[in-house]
C-alpha cells in the first residue's frame, strides 16, 4: 500500500485542519488505518485510529473530542479532522496501514503498522 498526507498546514490556535491520506496499491478496506505524531524533539505517538469499516475509532486522550478520525473506502482516503487546534498539536503526522485482523486489530504501536506514508507538517501558532 503506498500512502500519501495531504492537507498539513498553518493554523491558528482554535481553528480546524483536515487532514487527508489517499492509499493505493492493494484494497484499502482490507486494512485498519491510524494517523501518528512527531513533534520536534520528541518521539513519534499514536494519535487516532479507525477499523476497516470506520465504524469504530479510538483516540489518544489528549485529541478526544476535537479531532475525528474518518475514512471513505469508495475514495481510498482516510482523514483526520482537526478542530480546537492547540500549540501542542504542532507535529509531523504520518498516516499509516496495518493488515491486523480479528478482534486484535486495534494497536497504538508503531510495530502494528505494515505501512506509512511521508507525513504533512502541521503547524498550530499561539
Known amino acids: 500500500v503506498q500512502l500519501q498526507a495531504s492537507g498539513g498546514g498553518l493554523v491558528q490556535t482554535g481553528g480546524s485542519l483536515r487532514l487527508s491520506c489517499a492509499a493505493s496499491g492493494r484494497t484499502f478496506s482490507n486494512y485498519v488505518m491510524a494517523w501518528f505524531r512527531q513533534a520536534p524533539g520528541k518521539e513519534r505517538e499514536f494519535v487516532a485510529a479507525?477499523?476497516?469499516?470506520?465504524?469504530?475509532?479510538y483516540y489518544v486522550d489528549s485529541v478526544k473530542g476535537r479531532f475525528t478520525i474518518s475514512r471513505d473506502n469508495a475514495k481510498n482516503t482516510v482523514y483526520l479532522q482537526m478542530n480546537s487546534a492547540k500549540p501542542e498539536d504542532t507535529a509531523v503526522y504520518y498516516c499509516?496501514?496495518?493488515?491486523?485482523?480479528?478482534?486484535?486489530?486495534?494497536?497504538?504501536?508503531?510495530?502494528?503498522?505494515?505501512?506509512w506514508g511521508p507525513g504533512t507538517l502541521v503547524t498550530v501558532s499561539s
Open positions: 499509516a496501514a496495518s493488515g491486523r485482523y480479528g478482534s486484535n486489530w486495534y494497536s497504538r504501536g508503531q510495530s502494528a503498522y505494515d505501512y
Open positions: 479507525v477499523n476497516w469499516s470506520g465504524g469504530i475509532t
